[in-house]
């Protein structure tokens, strides 16, 4: 068994709102220490070739509840429950949930995956190209006068919601009410969010919300089926079994959630590469296909997805280090993208990289399946705003950014331009 070597710098910074407009520079000093122990028993894996052996090894679980940490949750919260019943007081048993298949591992998740998969066809998303780019063109006319525009509300929030709601056969005018839900869910992927009592019930709360609505909604698809992802999905068989009803619930909150709150900020960390360097800019305009490597660039550079956690089945041992089993891992996706044993000059943005396989969507059985979707979006809508904007400049550089050190991007982006072409 190999020692566990202590970081030199604490995982807690990276949470930390004081760093989240550029945690480039702590990424750097984690990768000293490629698997490094944390106070609360977790470990943080920073390095490209060790975050990849990880999101492939057999022995690495993407299920929460199998961590030693949740198991011991659980039976603190099942010997409370026992103490009350015995002193003849109410007790209210906890619901079954079916976590979505991003918090499964085989063979469920993959047979959840497959179904998914089969619905999420080529064709599909092909199709959807003209009215991506519909949508685009709507909401940039809107501003063809020049003046201010904040990126995220008027354009890299609103195009990926419509685009997944239908894909979907999620009705458009329900946002207003699983904005705030998906919001709430999405800070479940940031360690650092979820401490107090209250906060822990509002994303129940949000939770009980969107499973109830996402249940009325499937029964009426039921009733009457369409064209849409989820009513494929929920007549698609499997060689293992078609979709229960719960697995039909989480997956379409799965695809909802991640359909929209990472798009927002790849569009929104792109226009901001662009719009902080007008050399840049300039570039995307002379050659507009080179929209394609700019977006691989920003997936690596500066991609919307940070770290995921993982749990130890095993004691595995990897750069000298062993991960204990049970133990919660973090893989800082990021920080691999950034390791310059893997990437050259990894710290320079060059929108015409080649070698680029970077972490921006996963690696392994959890790959990303929206890649070719969220791709698309950030194609025609970076395209269409690198060739439009006229004299487009930040009005607040760095834009303040969400709470969330996990889904990282900006809450706002105003851009001063005057006028668009
Ligand atoms: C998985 C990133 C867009 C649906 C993942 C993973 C990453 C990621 C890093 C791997 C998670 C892991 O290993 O635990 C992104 C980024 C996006 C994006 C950066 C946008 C720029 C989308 C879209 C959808 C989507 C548009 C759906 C329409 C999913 C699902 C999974 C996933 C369902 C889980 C796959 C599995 O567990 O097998 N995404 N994603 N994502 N993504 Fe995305």
Redo the contacts with the bound molecule.
């Keep these: 068994m190999f020692m566990a070597q202590q970081s030199k710098i604490d995982f807690k910074q990276i949470l930390d709102h004081s760093h989240i407009a550029n945690p480039y520079p702590l990424y750097e000093q984690f990768r000293e220490t490629p698997v490094a122990l944390q106070e609360d028993g977790s470990y943080v894996v920073s390095t490209y070739n060790e975050v990849v052996a990880l ?1 492939h090894d057999p022995r690495v679980s ?1 299920d929460m509840r199998k961590s030693a940490a949740q198991q011991r949750a659980m039976q603190q919260a099942e010997q409370k429950r026992a103490q009350m019943k015995a002193q003849g007081q109410p007790v209210t048993e906890p619901e079954e949930i079916v976590p979505p ?2 918090f499964q591992d085989p063979p469920n ?1 993959d047979r959840l ?1 497959r179904i ?1 998969m089969s619905q999420f066809t080529p064709e599909r998303i092909e199709n959807m190209g003209s009215h991506i780019d519909q949508i685009v063109k709507e909401h940039l006319d809107k501003h063809a006068q020049g003046g201010q525009i904040d990126i995220v509300d008027d354009l890299a929030y609103p195009l ?1 919601v419509t685009v ?1 709601c239908q894909l979907l056969g999620v009705p458009r005018e329900d946002e207003v009410r699983f904005h705030a839900w998906a919001e709430l869910l999405a800070t479940v992927l940031d360690p650092g969010q979820v401490q107090s009592e209250e906060q822990q019930k509002q994303i129940m709360d949000a939770s009980m919300q969107i499973r109830e609505y996402m249940g009325q909604l499937l029964q009426k698809l039921k009733e009457h089926p369409d064209d849409s992802m989820l009513s494929g999905m929920m007549q698609a068989d499997d060689v293992d079994g078609a979709m229960s009803p719960r697995e039909l619930i989480s997956t379409a909150i ?2 909802l959630i ?2 929209h709150e ?2 927002v ?2 569009i929104t960390n792109g226009t901001l590469a662009m719009v902080r360097s007008p050399e840049l800019l300039e570039h995307l305009r002379q050659d507009p296909d080179l929209i394609i490597t700019y977006v691989e660039e920003l ?1 690596r550079y500066d ?3 940070h770290f ?1 956690t993982r749990t130890a089945l095993a004691d595995i041992t990897i750069a000298g280090t062993t991960i204990p089993k049970g133990a919660t891992i973090i893989l800082v ?1 990021a920080s691999g993208s950034h390791d310059d044993q893997r990437f050259e000059r990894p710290e320079e943005f060059i929108p015409n990289r080649q070698d680029n396989e970077h972490l ?3 690696s ?8 070719p ?2 791709r698309i979006e ?1 194609h025609i809508a970076l395209g269409e705003l690198s060739r439009r904007l006229i004299e487009p400049t930040l009005a607040v550089d760095p834009p303040p950014y969400r709470d969330n050190a996990a889904l990282r991007g900006p809450r706002h982006l105003s851009i001063n331009f005057k006028g668009l072409k």
């Design positions: 999101l993407s298949f991003i998740h995956r998914v990926p997944i799965l695809l991640a359909g990472t798009t900020n790849l997936l991609p919307p997805v995921r996706l921006g969507f996963g392994g059985i959890h790959y990303c399946v929206g890649a979707l969220a950030a």
